[in-house]
């Protein structure tokens, strides 16, 4: 990989942007994540910009950095990284624009649907307990209309999940919001179209765990 594009740090940043399509960093996060120098990562950074493979965006005096789903080798580079395949989208030429906004947000979700795991990653819940549904949200993915930033639903203690809140709030640097639910009563919340619920199916979010399909529009 290192010999095909060139750079370790180029291959890090590319493994890590193509594996949290839905995520933004900004550099000093990405040097963390990636261990590598901070002159290389913004070396790097300003390359892939250039490519269009990245999207930058300030936000609170930061600058932070997200892959471009709209780049057009961008489905074969994830494919490639992560093993998975990117939801084709939907062209735009054959919309009216009556329909344009819909077919956007339809991809858009399809998307999170199929997110790999994000790497601020999932054994911090391995024996968190029996979790149907995990997504991270809000603060995670830059949607400050979310009501949570983490979402735990299935038969887990409160004592464990504030655990592992708290390591994932030491791994992001910074406080964390989360809920937890029981399965009955996402499925009951589901069915009368709860405005929590609502709100989290919502807001952009990256899934770690769905072993019911809970996160996914009916």
């Known amino acids: 990989m290192e010999q095909l594009f060139g750079s370790k740090t ?12 839905n995520r933004s960093f900004y550099v000093r996060e990405i040097t ?4 590598e120098q901070i002159n290389s990562v913004r070396r790097e950074l300003a390359n892939l910009l250039s490519l269009g493979v990245i999207t930058s965006d300030s936000t609170d005096n930061k600058l ?5 789903q709209k780049w057009e080798h ?15 989208t939907a062209s735009k030429a054959t919309l009216d624009k009556k329909n344009e906004k819909i077919a956007s947000e339809v991809e858009v979700v399809a998307e999170e649907e199929k997110t790999a795991k994000p790497s601020v990653d ?45 390591e ?10 989360y809920a937890v639910m029981e399965l009955d009563e996402w499925k009951y919340r589901r069915t009368v179209n709860d405005k929590f619920w609502l709100q989290v199916m919502a807001a952009k979010k ?8 809970l996160f996914v529009e009916k």
């Open 32 to 35: 963390r994540k990636i261990e």
């Open 74 to 88: 961008y489905a074969a580079l994830r494919e490639l990284f992560t093993g998975k395949r990117a939801k084709p």
């Open 206 to 213: 990256q899934i770690v765990v769905d072993t019911q399909d």
């Open 10 to 21: 180029r291959v890090k940043l590319l493994k890590l942007f193509m594996s949290n399509p």
């Open 64 to 68: 932070y950095y997200e892959v471009n």
């Open 122 to 166: 999932a054994k911090v819940w391995d024996k968190v307990g029996n979790i149907a549904g995990l997504v991270y949200s809000g603060v995670l993915t830059r949607d400050d209309k979310s009501p949570v930033d983490v979402m735990i639903v299935g038969d887990v203690p409160i004592s464990r999940a504030e655990g592992a809140v708290a």
């Open 168 to 177: 994932l709030e030491k791994q992001e640097g910074k406080e964390l919001r």
